[in-house]
């Protein structure tokens, strides 16, 4: 798996603002070329340019799977219809959990969700993405998708994971992953990684080991 650097205008959580899956990198209309071109090259995913909501920050107000994408409510019909034009699925989940991004996590096998949604946001989950859904704290915190990145390869969650956290994120991706951070200690892995199953676009703060620990996890 190759690891690349990144910073949007020197901000080194670029996972505010970017999503990928294994064919797609979504990225804000404002992003610059030079971030939107290496991390394309790097994940090997086709770019898509758009805002939710008239916002920049992708990558917190989207979840997303090579099946679908989840959007919040707020999200204008011809966002949605953008992404629906690129082959997805979309659907929106309610205005208190509308940082989709911070309350999904998944990838094609799976998705593992805030544990405050109701069994209907669940099942626009499940419907919107093709797979099942495990609500579950993880660490301790119901934002599990702040926490973990998922791709088809591996996932990576907080160091505060704990074991049993840990057996519960396997099965509910379907992959083996592992415990990290980025940007120098942050444990809200999401904000900082952006990834597939080919590649890791991280911020620029990322240290050697951290981004050892991420190709470790998600390889």
Known sequence: MKIVKAD???NPFVGLFLRANDNLLLAPKNAPDKLVEAASEA??????RMFVNQSHLIGLYTAMNSRGCLLPKTA???EMLLLKKAGL???TLPENFAAVGNNVAANDKGAVVNPAMGAKERRIVADCLGVEVVARRIAGFS?????TVATNSGFLTCNEAGEEDLEVLEKGFGVKGGRGSSNMGTPFNSLGVVANSRAAVVGELTTGFEAGRIHEALA
């Open 8 to 10: 949007f205008e020197k």
């Open 43 to 48: 994940l090997g995913t086709e770019a898509v």
């Open 76 to 78: 204008e019909a011809e």
């Open 89 to 91: 699925n979309v659907c």
């Open 143 to 147: 934002t599990v998708g702040a926490l």
